[in-house]
């Protein structure tokens, strides 16, 4: 018969304890934020509107070269030894051997019916600077989204971008999906989840341990 029932001593509930209550970061400068959209200086118009119209090699040269004079070096804006990394590539058309930048990759992630533009650097054998970019209506080529990790996957599907990085727990990576505002005018962060490490169903080394 139900009723009422004593399961004995449950412990005592405590509420959360705010650590360091009466301390904040500072706001960002003006300029300062990694997620904020940009116009990338120095690029011709693209024509027709076509990212593909621009060399996506000298796309990611003037956007790095431009976000690091801006930081300082700080590194708040980008790896400050990204700039370095680059003068590895050649003026061959996938940049070279020993360019650090990824084969870019095409698809519409803002739902314009234009292609963006994805691609990454590769700072070292571990950290990279994730990038997207699109085509305003007035040509100009426009940072959409910066995203420095380590890229255990990144995946596209729709109007999605999935960005899966390890985490302290080698069972589980973090999956971080950006979707397109258009009233921000930038890939948004609109989920953060936790996912099975993928690389635990085929037997091969944990995510944290992943290196590349």
């Not at 011709?44 to 801006?70: F, M, N, W, Y």
Request: glycine content about 10%; hydrophobic content about 35%.
């Amino acid at each position: 018969m139900e009723g009422l029932r004593d399961d004995g001593d449950l412990g005592t509930v405590h509420a959360p304890q705010t650590l360091w209550r009466d301390i904040h970061p500072d706001p960002p400068d003006p300029g300062q934020q990694p997620g904020a959209a940009a116009v990338v200086p120095g690029l011709p118009k693209a024509a027709g509107l076509d990212v593909r119209s621009v060399d996506a090699l000298d796309i990611v040269r003037a956007d790095i070269t431009a976000a690091a004079e801006q930081d300082g070096g700080t590194g708040r804006l980008v790896d400050p030894r990204a700039v370095q990394r680059l003068a590895l590539c050649t003026q061959a058309v996938d940049g070279g051997p020993f360019c650090p930048v990824r084969p870019p990759v095409l698809h519409d992630v803002t739902g314009d019916g234009r292609d963006e533009l994805i691609t990454a650097l590769d700072v070292d054998g571990r950290v990279s600077e994730l990038r997207v970019y699109t085509v305003r209506d007035d040509g100009s080529i426009t940072r959409i989204l910066s995203r420095r990790g380590v890229l255990e996957g990144v995946e596209v599907a729709a109007e999605h971008l999935a960005v899966r990085e390890p985490t302290s727990n080698p069972e589980k990576v973090s999956v971080s999906d950006y979707v397109w505002d258009p009233d921000a005018g930038i890939m948004n962060l609109t989920e953060l989840t936790l996912d099975e490490c993928p690389t635990l169903k085929t037997g091969s080394v944990p995510c944290a341990a992943v290196r590349g």
